[in-house]
């Protein structure tokens, strides 16, 4: 069992970064891969950016390529999430998501998510 607590969402203009986390409790974190989803009002959840268990190797949306580093402290059991150069269409509730295995990005293969936290960019 993976329980997930997501912090750092805020609001900030266009331009600005934010850094989110994602504290995991429970000790087999570091065999769990991670991932970010976001959703905004009247949309699907979609996929942002994962990282295998190691956190060697990374995906990401290519709506955030170049922009947004997901990366992971095994060793504090948390994930992170920096967004850098953040536009107004970034704005959404971000998740975060566990899985036991390979780095996924359909929503539905997630095991575990956070609860949520609110970024809200304005222009």
């Known amino acids: 069992q993976v329980q997930l607590v997501e912090s750092g969402g805020g609001l900030v203009q266009a331009g600005g970064s934010l850094r989110l986390s994602c504290a995991a409790s429970?000790?087999?974190?570091?065999?769990?891969?991670m991932a970010w989803f976001r959703q905004a009002p009247g949309k699907e959840r979609e996929f942002v950016a994962t990282i295998t268990w190691s956190g060697g190797s990374t995906s990401y949306a290519d709506s955030v390529k170049g922009r947004f580093t997901i990366s992971r402290d095994n060793a504090k059991n948390t994930a992170y999430l920096q967004m850098n150069n953040l536009k107004p269409e970034d704005t959404a509730v971000y998740y975060c998501?566990?899985?036991?295995?390979?780095?996924?990005?359909?929503?539905?293969?997630?095991?575990?998510w956070g609860q949520g936290t609110q970024v809200t960019v304005s222009s």
């Open positions: 429970g000790r087999t974190f570091s065999s769990y891969a």
């Open positions: 998501a566990a899985r036991n295995g390979i780095k996924w990005r359909d929503p539905k293969n997630s095991e575990y």
